[in-house]
């Protein structure tokens, strides 16, 4: 099976930074892509950036700028390295990849995720 698991959440003022990572390890045939989702209390979960193993990326519009995803050259690690932090971005961060297991089969794989927390 495969497993991500995400790392670098924490308390952090507003305007700081924090840089989140997440290791997929497990039986990996290839990945197609890999991102991250963030989720607060109350609401919906939704997504803050993508990146395919071509490289292609997206972002959310509220990024604005502040966020970049980015990969290892195996492609089996995934960063988001986050800036000008506000609180609104308090959110639990999940870790997400597409990944194959074999020849014929690939799945959504989800981390734990970990709290990022932006307060002064």
């Known amino acids: 099976q495969v497993q991500l698991v995400e790392s670098g959440g924490g308390l952090v003022q507003p305007g700081g930074s924090l840089r989140l990572s997440c290791t997929a390890s497990?039986?990996?045939?290839?990945?197609?892509?890999m991102g991250w989702y963030r989720q607060a209390p109350g609401k919906e979960r939704e997504l803050v950036a993508t990146?395919?193993?071509?490289?292609?990326?997206h972002y959310a519009d509220f990024v604005k700028g502040r966020f970049t995803i980015s990969r290892d050259s195996g492609k089996n690690v995934v960063y988001l390295q986050m800036n000008s932090l506000r609180p609104e971005d308090t959110a639990v961060y999940f870790c997400?990849?597409?990944?194959?297991?074999?020849?014929?089969?690939?799945?959504?794989?989800w981390g734990q995720g970990t709290q990022v927390t932006v307060s002064s």
């Open positions: 497990g039986n990996i045939f290839g990945i197609n892509f």
């Open positions: 997400h990849g597409d990944i194959k297991i074999n020849r014929f089969e690939f799945y959504d794989y």
């Open positions: 990146i395919t193993s071509g490289g292609n990326i």
